[in-house]
T-cell receptor
Framework: DTAVSQTPKYLVTQMGNDKSIKCEQN?????MYWYKQDSKKFLKIMFS???????INETVPNRFSPKSPDKAHLNLHINSLELGDSAVYFC??????????????FGPGTRLTVL | GQNIDQPTEMTATEGAIVQINCTYQ??????LFWYQQHAGEAPTFLSY??LDGLEEKGRFSSFLSRSKGYSYLLLKELQMKDSASYLC??????????WGAGTKLIIKP
């Protein structure tokens, strides 16, 4: 009965590969997010989806493409992986449409290591 | 630019009280969050302040002064399990959440 789940938890891959991370929430929330947390522990928002529509894209390279088949899922696909993509990626969700005023519930994170 | 400032690291003793400060400069203000993040885990919600004053929730309290662009998180009766990073985040006028880099709190016996 996990609220926000992500798979895989760990992902090790070679430079240049393409990979996907999946996220699902069973909270009935309308908004989902992807964050990147680097080695300095700084959380940076990458994308936000509200009812399957992209509403934030924070200057992320277009190698990163979010896909939301329905409002309970927000997957992250990464093309041509680079060393600098190594980080922990967190998925999160919240109820309110006014992003940023409602509590966000985070998934367990996916630790991506690019070799 | 928008900026959230928190101390990088703090150390406190089990059973004591610690105050973690956060100052912000953002384009507008629509609320301030505190999240707790244990090493290797996801952030979890602690508190949300949108009006000035102190919000108390068990051993944790959060204070906000909008005129000063300042908040603090107060942790009482510290326990070893409180060792974690504490993230301050502010919602700006565009309802975007701006995150601080977090304060790593180390609790010693």
């Amino acid at each position: 009965d996990t609220a926000v789940s992500q798979t895989p938890k760990y992902l090790v891959t070679q430079m240049g590969n393409d990979k996907s991370i999946k996220c699902e929430q069973n909270l009935g929330h309308d908004t989902m997010y992807w964050y990147k947390q680097d080695s300095k522990k700084f959380l940076k928002i990458m994308f936000s989806y509200n009812n399957k529509e992209l509403i934030i894209n924070e200057t992320v390279p277009n190698r990163f493409s979010p896909k939301s088949p329905d409002k309970a899922h927000l997957n992250l696909h990464i093309n041509s992986l680079e060393l600098g993509d190594s980080a922990v990626y967190f998925c999160a969700s919240s109820q309110e449409m006014e992003i940023g005023t409602d509590t966000q519930y985070f998934g367990p994170g996916t630790r991506l290591t690019v070799l | 630019g928008q900026n959230i400032d928190q101390p990088t690291e703090m150390t406190a003793t089990e059973g004591a009280i610690v105050q973690i400060n956060c100052t912000y400069q953002t384009s507008g203000f629509n609320g301030l969050f505190w999240y707790q993040q244990h090493a290797g885990e996801a952030p979890t919600f602690l508190s949300y302040n949108v009006l000035d004053g102190l919000e108390e929730k068990g051993r944790f309290s959060s204070f906000l002064s909008r005129s000063k662009g300042y908040s603090y998180l107060l942790l009482k009766e510290l326990q070893m399990k409180d060792s974690a990073s504490y993230l301050c985040a502010v919602t700006d006028s565009n309802y975007q959440l701006i995150w601080g880099a977090g304060t790593k709190l180390i609790i010693k016996p």
